[in-house]
């Protein structure tokens, strides 16, 4: 069957339900539904979207699963860094985002994102791509939750190729790292882009893969840690360290520069701020402790199923 941006959009939206399904049976309060259009007038972007958010929940503090579907009229520079031959090329975008920020520190934040782009231009072929990923960040760190994600990971990308879980990974290890602080974010996971190697239709099926996994790596996590007991302490490191996701999403992060210079919808592009955050000068956990051992057993890349 020829794979087509409806067949695409179809399973995104799916994909999106299916999510938001799974996280709800874990949460027990609802997400939002927040439906968007915008017309290419304003600033030459059309489409839409729809935002599914869920604040102050019973396990996630806050949490976000989008989708959207926006064309624009020339590609943004984020979006060429590495193709500069497309600059200005008019360009269609759909794809669904999610980050989940879990009140109990013992609960990692996790991230994942699937897309399909493609470029046109009068003439000329249409280039396409997809891109995508997911990665776990935890706080308080156990290795047999960063064994189940790659594992997942893994055995998602194992069917369109023997190399990509390794290529992706590594991928992942030095996109999600934190230049300023020479730290990782997190455990990692995979992370691909600009991925056309494959076929239009197994290229599809690959992104399919990924996506699908989602739950399945995560919610076993999720189960694992939302009902540890902790206290102040562990509230308070937690705290501390999402402000790491906030500075690698605002400073580093491709995807919200893009969804910012192609004029994007400014709520969906922020939902993956935690909605509370801590910042010291200069602060280092005391040697011995488990918020020590985050940096020295966790925050390091690992081949984590190398056991």
């Known amino acids: 069957m020829a794979v087509s941006p409806d067949t695409i959009k179809a399973w995104l939206l799916d994909l999106q339900d299916r999510i938001v399904k799974g996280l709800e049976e874990v949460d027990g309060k609802a997400f939002l539904r927040d439906e968007w259009t915008r017309d290419a007038k304003d600033g030459g972007l059309g489409g839409g979207g729809i935002s599914r958010l869920v604040e102050e929940g019973n396990v996630i503090e806050r949490g976000g699963v989008n ?7 020339s590609l943004p520079p984020s979006a060429a860094a590495s193709r500069p031959e497309l600059a200005g090329r008019a360009w269609e975008a759909m794809g669904v ?3 989940i920020h879990p009140r109990n520190p013992y609960a990692p934040t996790v991230h994942m994102n699937v897309r399909y ?13 997809f891109g995508g990923g997911m990665d776990l960040t935890p706080y308080y760190g156990f290795e047999e939750d960063a ?14 190729g023997a190399d990509l879980h390794e290529r992706f990974k590594k991928w992942c ?3 999600f790292y934190i230049k300023h602080r020479k730290e990782a974010r997190g455990v990692g996971g995979i992370f691909f ?12 099926a690959m992104t399919k893969s990924v996506g699908d996994s989602f739950l399945l790596a995560y919610l076993p996590v999720l189960n694992r840690r939302k009902d540890i007991a902790y206290g102040e302490r562990e509230r308070d490191f937690q705290l501390y360290r999402r402000g790491r996701y906030v500075e690698f999403n605002l400073v ?6 893009f969804g910012l210079q192609s004029g994007g919808r400014t709520e969906a592009i922020l939902m993956s701020m935690p909605p509370l955050v801590k910042w010291r000068y200069d602060w280092h956990p005391e040697e011995g402790t488990p918020e020590a051992r985050l940096y020295t057993d966790f925050l390091v890349h690992r081949d984590w199923l190398a056991a």
């Open 67 to 73: 989708f959207s579907h926006v064309t624009g009229a």
């Open 97 to 99: 985002s999610l980050v």
């Open 117 to 129: 782009f493609v470029a046109t231009a009068e003439g000329q072929e249409p280039v396409w791509w």
């Open 147 to 160: 064994v189940h994600f790659h594992q997942t990971c893994f055995d998602a990308l194992e069917p369109f």
């Open 173 to 175: 290890d030095e996109y």
């Open 193 to 204: 882009d600009d991925f056309n190697a494959l076929p239009l239709e197994q290229s599809f």
């Open 252 to 257: 580093l992060d491709r995807g919200t520069h």
